[in-house]
């Protein structure tokens, strides 16, 4: 089992940039990690996936604004946001999956204004 907590999250204009942090109680490196986000009124979607072996996958509305990055020895994902819109705005969610079980971080909240 492992426990996730995000952060780096906050208010931010738009075309502006940050960067996401999710750190784990344990050793990640047999954990495929994800971010994913939801906004208000919407379903939780996902945003990128990276798997054991650092392959990264990505929503088209982020792509080539976004990357996803792991850190084994720091048990450490981290998402970096640029180039924002005011449509990422939503409460964003680090997820971690192992053996079809699902680990999720509280979440930390991206608002971009225009």
């Known amino acids: 089992q492992v426990q996730l907590v995000d952060s780096g999250g906050g208010l931010v204009q738009a075309g502006g940039s940050l960067r996401l942090s999710c750190a784990a109680s344990?050793?990640?490196?047999?954990?495929?990690m994800a971010w994913y986000r939801q906004a208000p009124g919407d379903q939780r979607e996902l945003v990128a996936t990276?798997?054991?072996?650092?392959?990264?996958n990505y929503a088209d509305s982020v792509l080539g604004r976004f990357v996803i990055s792991r850190d084994n020895r720091k048990n450490t994902v981290y998402l970096q946001m640029n180039n924002l819109k005011p449509e990422d705005t939503a409460v964003y969610y680090c997820?971690?999956?192992?053996?079809?079980?699902?680990?999720w971080g509280k979440g930390t909240l991206v608002t971009v204004s225009s």
């Open positions: 344990g050793f990640i490196g047999t954990y495929r």
């Open positions: 990276i798997t054991t072996g650092s392959t990264t």
């Open positions: 997820n971690a999956v192992r053996n079809n079980v699902n680990y």
